[in-house]
Structure formats: structure tokens, C-alpha cells
């Protein structure tokens, strides 16, 4: 088997961080998910703390997170106990995940947040009221737009819709 690449590790670190990150999620998760990418074998927890320099508790919630929208997957290796991980490379799988665990359920709290932003607004007096009813009516319009948009990228990607 090959060996890692340090320079390699690094950069693929640096580029999920950042990309997880700005899509809300912590830097950590996309450090966990980079250093498995960039590994040419399955990694256990232990290697994964020890790469990153993480804590276990950050690495274990990572790797629960990872796990739990199938962006990362168990492998059994049969002259070892522990348990190993790799990265989940299908674009489908991914996404599905993503969407599954972070895009359906704001959407939902999305909805709740309208409602306690009009309630808000009946209360603002003038101008102040008649602006964020102006807001509101925006995210509400966004809401709309995302509502139409996700039940076609869920068909795409064959994804279950709630």
C-alpha cells in the first residue's frame, strides 16, 4: 500500500475545511472528512486524532456526524478491531446527506422563523414595521423558491424526501 502524502493531506484538509464551513457546517467535520479523503487506506479514530491533532471529543462528533449523513463509512479490516474509516466519494451520496441532515430540517425551522418574524412586525410601529414586513415577505419569497427547488434536486438524486 502507498503511503500518505503530507503536502497532499494538508491541502485536501485546507479545502474541505473551508468548503464545509461555508456551507455552516464546522471546520473540523471537513478536516475529519479531508484527512480521509487524502488517505490512500482506511484510518481508525486513533489515526484521525493523532493527524489532525484534534480532540477525541471533536473527532468522535465529527465522525458521528460524517457517519450519520453517509459521507464517511465503517470498513472491517479483518486482523483488526478497531474501527477503521473511509471517505464516501460519490457525489450523490453526498449531497443526499447534506440535504437529508442540514437543508430539509432548516427549511422546516425556516417556516417557524417566518411566523415569529410577522408576529414581531405587527408589534414595530411606522416605517421600521412596514421595512421589515418588506424583509419578511423576501424570506418568505426565498422560502417559496426553496420549497419548488429541493423536491427536483431530491428526484435528481434520488433522494427520499421526508
Not at 503530507?6 to 475529519?32: D, M, N, R, T
Not at 458521528?64 to 483488526?80: P, T
Not at 437529508?100 to 417556516?111: F, G, N, T
Not at 417557524?112 to 408589534?123: H, S
Amino acid at each position: 500500500m502507498i503511503g500518505s502524502d503530507p503536502a497532499f493531506e494538508q491541502e485536501c484538509v485546507a479545502l474541505f475545511s473551508e468548503f464545509l464551513h461555508v456551507l455552516g457546517l464546522p471546520k473540523s467535520i471537513g478536516a475529519i472528512y479531508g484527512v480521509l479523503f487524502a488517505s490512500p487506506g482506511p484510518l481508525c479514530f486513533a489515526d484521525i486524532v493523532e493527524r489532525l491533532d484534534m480532540s477525541k471529543g471533536s473527532v468522535s462528533q465529527g465522525l458521528s456526524f460524517l457517519r450519520q449523513s453517509g459521507a464517511v463509512k465503517l470498513v472491517d479490516l479483518a486482523d483488526d478491531r478497531r474501527e477503521f474509516f473511509e471517505p464516501e466519494l460519490g457525489l450523490r451520496r453526498l449531497a443526499s446527506g447534506l440535504i437529508q441532515e442540514k437543508i430539509q430540517p432548516l427549511a422546516k425551522e425556516s417556516k417557524a422563523a417566518l411566523t415569529r418574524l410577522r408576529k414581531q412586525a405587527t408589534e414595530a410601529a411606522g416605517e421600521r414595521q412596514q421595512f421589515q414586513m418588506e424583509r419578511i415577505e423576501q424570506l418568505a419569497k426565498w422560502h417559496r423558491q426553496l420549497g419548488r427547488i429541493l423536491p427536483v434536486v431530491q428526484t435528481i438524486l434520488k433522494i427520499p424526501r421526508p
